[in-house]
């Protein structure tokens, strides 16, 4: 990819009478972005920030939303819906004439194999859809094709109706070609190891090229229904450095800078042939804290680690533009987000919590931390203001997929973590912050609550009944006690709810930021 990409660099120069700066391909989006999270291309199991991406831009859902208004919710592969009067049979008409990137059409089958096989897969996402009661052995019955063109869902209770909806957007809801991914099948497993480095769906991209950690090359669907974007290509090359970004922008070898720091920032913004965009995101940066852990199971020391955070300051520095601070599982934005903010840095107060737990003169404690900015310069702030209660914290640094695995397999003391909405229903992040249905080792549902060791039935309850309340206001106020007894009690130190921020060229127009990760957008980027 490397070769490709400086030959049609080199190609454009040349036709370019004497440039100040080296130029994109017109028809090409490039983009530097930390894509090192990406462990899989199957919708089915995508369960991180870059692969959701990746699926926004080449997969299409039953239905979609505004992203400046997420109450807008609209048909995407279906074109309408409705909702039985007992709310729990809601029946999709497709949309007619969609053709899969293999050229075949898009049927209610289809739909009904994607939502099954998500389903009978199981993996880490499977949650959103098997909440609803849906289970390997009932999904063909529950999920269904009754003709070519209708799909019927039947939920095992009344919720509340964009409970469903809302997770009908998600990643895992994605339409897979199922002649396709069926004719890649091996011993049973639903197409699931080709799908993992290949592609099946319809989206205005197509996938090219993944080369993990190095880049990801897209082509356009010149048929794809919504009008064909105007690039031909994307091309996404994995840029560790902020720094790098930042030169790579400024010379014009790529046209969008993805993770740039502060400075980086600062100085996008004083030169006129860069800006800078900017998109409220609902991504929560917060430490888990696992309850294995002798020390950090008692509750007076996970308060105290709450005070042994210094959120200011970094909000000031470090995380500067990127980052504000909250200190609730639910973001700004969100029916029945709390936005108190109790906690700040109080080196005396930790230290007096931890002298009542037992640990006066402190411990030691372990961190796993992706290896990226500004990721590493928060651990390290983090380590600093510790160290001043006592807390002695060695930071274990890895890329995405060696911490994001040891998180998982709950073989971590503390990590470090960034947790986006896997759709715009409250529930998102209470069914993973504040429900754990099942503790055990080897539990279906493995939320962020079980993956830190929380056993909590009663908060559990206090979740489940959430998502039957059809009042909004009513609901509204349940997630807030919901918080308010979290933000008490719980192994989270949640610090900061994330804005996007990129530095983009100023020929380069219509790139959109969404609330949710799969909801960054390529289609309508052009370059004047």
Not at 251 to 272: F, M, T, W, Y
Request: charged fraction near 25%; aromatic fraction near 10%.
């Amino acid at each position: 990819m490397r070769k490709l990409f400086a030959c049609v660099v080199a190609a454009t120069m040349a036709v370019t009478a004497a440039p100040t700066v080296a130029e994109t391909p017109r028809d090409t989006l490039v983009m530097a972005f930390q894509i090192d999270d990406i462990i899989t291309l199957d919708p089915a199991e995508i369960f991180e920030f870059s692969g959701a991406e990746y699926a926004g831009n080449t997969y299409d859902r039953l239905i979609g939303y505004d992203p400046k208004d997420v109450s807008n919710l609209f048909g995407v592969a279906a074109e309408s819906w409705t909702i039985s009067d007992d709310g729990k049979t809601y029946t999709f008409k497709m949309r007619e004439g969609v053709t899969f990137a293999s050229g075949n059409p898009m049927t209610a089958e289809d739909a009904a194999f994607s939502l099954q096989r998500a389903i009978i897969l199981d993996k880490s996402p499977a949650f959103i859809l098997t909440q609803f009661g849906f289970t390997p052995d009932n999904v063909a019955d529950k999920i269904r094709a009754t003709d070519e063109m209708t799909l019927v869902i039947e939920t095992d209770q009344a919720y509340a109706p964009t409970f469903l909806l809302y997770c009908l957007t998600a990643t895992i809801s994605s339409i897979v070609d199922k002649e396709t991914v069926m004719a890649n099948e091996k011993d049973g497993d639903l197409g699931h190891e080709w799908l993992r480095t290949n592609y099946a769906g319809v989206g205005p991209f197509k996938l090219r090229q993944w080369k993990p950690n190095e880049s990801l090359l897209l082509d356009r669907n010149d048929d794809y229904w919504g009008g064909a974007p105007a690039m031909k290509r994307v091309i996404i090359r994995h840029i560790v450095e902020p720094s790098a970004q930042q030169l790579l922008l400024e010379k014009g070898d790529i046209d969008i800078a993805r993770n740039l720091g502060p400075d980086q920032l600062e100085s996008v913004r004083n030169n006129s042939d860069l800006s800078v965009q900017v998109g409220v995101k609902g991504a929560i940066y917060y430490l888990g804290l696992s309850q294995k852990h002798e020390a950090l199971s008692n509750p007076k020391v996970r308060q105290a680690l709450k005070y042994l955070v210094d959120y200011k300051g970094m909000e000031g520095t470090i995380v500067r533009d990127l980052m504000s601070v909250h200190q609730a599982f639910l973001p700004r934005g969100f029916l029945g987000a709390l936005e108190d903010t109790p906690f700040t840095l109080d080196v005396s107060k930790a230290k007096q919590l931890l002298a009542e737990a037992g640990f006066p003169d402190g411990f030691k404690v372990t961190m796993d931390t992706r290896n990226t900015s500004p990721i590493m310069d928060m651990a390290q702030s983090i380590q600093a203001t510790f160290a001043q209660g006592g807390v002695d914290l060695e930071i274990i640094p890895g890329d995405g997929k060696q911490t994001l695995t040891k998180y998982r397999a709950r073989n971590h003391d503390i990590y470090i973590g960034r947790w986006g909405p896997d759709y715009q229903d409250p529930h998102t992040n209470a069914d993973t912050f504040a429900r754990n249905p099942d503790n055990s080792d080897d539990a279906k549902s493995k939320p962020l609550a079980w993956r830190n060791s929380w056993d909590i039935p009663d908060m559990t309850q206090m979740a489940n009944a959430a998502i039957l309340e059809r009042d909004p206001a009513k609901r509204a106020e349940m997630y807030l006690d919901i918080q308010k007894a979290h933000q008490a009690t719980s192994p989270f130190v949640i610090m900061f709810q994330q804005a996007e921020v990129a530095g983009v060229r100023a020929d380069t127009k219509g790139f959109i930021i969404g609330p949710a990760f799969d909801d960054n957008r390529y289609h309508d980027v052009t370059k004047d």
